[in-house]
């Protein structure tokens, strides 16, 4: 309950800020989300506790991986959605700041969008999203995602945060029917993953998307995507409720956006045991950290942080 009171009030102090439908507000939006968000989320994370059943699985994963060839420690997966084998991926504004990534690091980028401007390092593989339902998206989507694909996108993207009213905005049956008319006319052209949903509690989250799942009549729903912020300290957390939510969906999942609050070193420790956790999960088919800007993973022109250092190692 707390948690969805936190939320609602995140959503309040975004609402009147920006027209949510706007990529051009996007990244300003995507920063109070941080600003705002995660102080918000940080309260409602004393309310959760870890539970027994998740140890358990966690000792029975641990020891199953632990037999198998491949070293836990390594940064490619057989689960990976690319056959690089890598899971990590990248989300930006300004293709201009990915450009010291490499296809060895990072098999994917996206940028909340359709098209980008400017160019991602070669061999990494440009996602389209289709935002939301506005017709500034989807009046360009058809053809932005055709284009994609000539261009070697294996994957498409549905709305992002259906259920954060200063998102895409979506209840589960007007995503399905927008899904309905654009997402499934690319069935088996590109896999599609379904709408991604935040860490809120019900109706936000596994809840709205479980509801969109039953809405979508004769959809194909090849993947599923999953946002997550809270405390770096708070990291059983996110692996239980990312364990948890493989589980329930039972497709790959892609966590599409994945951020922190805390101090630097604090983040700096999460984010390498979560890279770990992530790659070595095998419900987990790609991942992105939040994001590719000035102060994140990069410096101003483009160099890397320790915090980039942290992500690809
Ligand atoms: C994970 O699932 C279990 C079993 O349904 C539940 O008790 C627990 O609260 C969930 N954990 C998170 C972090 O959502």
Known sequence: MKFTAALVSLSLLLA????AAHISNLKLLKNQHVRYGLNHRRGASATWAPTSTYT???TATATASSSSSAPSSTSSSSSSAFSSGIKRGLSFNDASLTDQFTSSEVSWAYNWASSYSGSLPSGVQYIPMLWGSSSSFTSVWNANAEAAIQNGAEYLFGPNEPDLDTQANLSPAEAASLWQEYMEPFAGKAKLIAPAVTNGAA??????LTDFVSACTGCTIDGYAMHIYDSATNIAYYKEYISNFTQTFQKPVWVTEFGATGSDSDVQTFLG???????????????????????????????????ADTYIN
Do not use: H, K, R
């Open 16 to 19: 009147g800020s920006a027209d």
């Open 56 to 58: 358990e699985t966690q």
């Open 203 to 208: 109706p936000m989250g596994e809840a709205w």
């Open 273 to 307: 045991e979560m890279v770990t956790f992530l790659n070595d999960l095998d419900g987990v088919a790609a991942y992105a950290w939040f994001m590719v800007e000035s102060g994140n993973l990069v410096n101003s022109d483009g160099s890397f942080t320790t915090l």
